[in-house]
Each structure stands twice: as C-alpha cells, then as structure tokens.
C-alpha cells in the first residue's frame, strides 16, 4: 500500500505534525489559480493538521496534491522553519512506497507544499470494510516497512506513522 502523507510519506491527508489547513476554495473564493503555477481543485482530506488539495501543475503538466500551513502557522517562525526542514529532508528519500516532494512555495503569506498526487485510500478506510486476510496484511506492512526502511536509511524519522495518514 502506496503512503502519501506529508512529506515523508505516501497517503493523502494532514501530517498530524503541523496544523495545516490552506486556503481551500471556500477560503479563496474565485482564486483558483495560485502561485502563477497550480489550478485547485478538489480537497482529498482535511483533519486537525490541515488540508490537502488536489491541483494541476501548469508547468509540470500533471496532477499533484498541494499541502497548505495554515496562516497563523506560516507566520510562527519555529513552525515555518520546521516545515520547511521537512520538505528539505523529504527530498532526501526516493523511494516507490515514499511519496515524491516537489517543492515548497508560498501563497498570501502562507506555505504550502506540492507533492505527488497518490490515488487510493489509506489504511483507515481499508480497514473500516473489516480486516484484511493474513497474505494482504503482510503485503501491507511490508509496503509500509520497505518505506520506512527508505527513510531510516536517511536517518530520518517519519514521526507520525498510522492508518489514517
């Protein structure tokens, strides 16, 4: 099972670490083209961490999900410099159970991040539908584990690993 959650991991959704919670379109109101580069579109998941928003990269030309700091975040220094670490050391790990970072930029005063766009469901949803045979959960925490591996490998910690995310 493939994780996009934050930047270190596969699975749409908010880290848990940082509250995140972007402009989504409610909050825009007519803007949907922002930083110049990403046309919004659908969110794919917002919870106390904040928003994930699926976009068009115009200069890449692909899909990506976009992760928003909320404002009163964006302008904590400790947080936003905590973000930004997070990005740098995501870019660090290339890995197919690792979601691919792509940068991080800035919209109204507040960071956001654009990410690979991972289509599915996390292990929460999964696992409301009743539990998985022993062969499907093995397969699953070996995704989850060769991820992990990836990241370790860095020297890195994912910090908030769990069904959900």
Not at 92 to 118: A, I, K, T, W, Y
Request: include cysteine; charge should be positive.
């Amino acid at each position: 099972m493939r994780r996009e959650d934050g930047p270190a991991v596969r699975r749409r959704g908010g880290s848990g670490t940082l509250p995140i919670g972007p402009p989504g379109k409610e909050e825009l109101g007519p803007v949907t083209l922002i930083a110049g580069r990403y046309r919004l579109g659908r969110r794919l998941g917002r919870g106390v961490s904040g928003e994930v928003v699926q976009a068009e990269d115009l200069r890449l030309g692909q899909a990506v999900a976009l992760k928003f700091l909320s404002p009163a975040w964006s302008r904590e220094p400790r947080i936003r410099q905590r973000f930004l670490d997070e990005v740098r050391f995501a870019r660090q790990v290339s890995h197919p159970n690792v979601c691919r970072v792509h940068d991080v930029e800035e919209f109204d005063g507040n960071l956001f991040l654009s990410m690979e766009l991972v289509e599915g469901e996390d292990l929460r949803t999964v696992l409301s539908r009743g539990a998985l045979e022993a062969e499907q959960a093995a397969e699953v925490a070996i995704q989850i584990c060769a991820g992990l591996a990836a990241i370790h490998e860095r020297g890195l910690l994912h910090r908030d690993l769990k069904p959900g995310n």
